[in-house]
């Protein structure tokens, strides 16, 4: 029983990591988070946002720079998955006002979500938004 809640979580964060063949997870932040979902990641103007902030800053992040998201590894244990992921994009739309620059990256980063019924209730992202910024030749951020 805990081990198909565990496989269950895992299999739902990996939807909400990785983006669906469209390249898009905007629809899935209301399919598999809770009402009241919070995200947290330090590398965005606001450290701390809702679900509807969330959906509109990946949003931004995608049209700018095309994401793609890969997990590489996960661990999950009671109501937490913890995934390290691999991010990719090239810069093809404007993002804080600065034109695209065609040029792509590659970083890393890591996610831990805190599930609660089955959808995810919060996120806590740490992701290498520097290392990606200085690929594309350092005058974005």
């Not at 994401?67 to 390290?84: F, I, K, N, Q």
């Not at 590659?106 to 609660?116: A, M, P, S, W, Y």
């Amino acid at each position: 029983m805990v081990l198909d809640r565990l496989t269950g979580h895992k299999a739902t964060a990996c939807c909400f990591i990785e983006e669906d063949r469209d390249g898009d997870r905007v629809a899935e932040y209301g399919v598999l988070c809770t009402a009241d979902y919070v995200q947290h990641d330090p590398s965005m103007p606001l450290e701390s946002v809702g679900l509807d902030e969330a959906r509109e800053t990946y949003r931004e992040l995608v049209a700018a720079f095309r994401l793609r998201h890969s997990v590489e590894g996960m661990l999950a244990e009671r109501d937490l998955v913890s995934a390290r992921f691999r991010v990719r994009g090239r810069h093809v739309g404007e993002y804080q006002g600065n034109a695209p620059t065609g040029r792509s990256f590659e970083t890393t980063g890591q996610v831990t979500l805190r599930f609660r019924e089955g959808k995810i209730a919060e996120a806590w992202f740490h992701w290498d938004l520097r290392g990606a910024l200085e690929q594309l030749g350092g005058t974005l951020g």
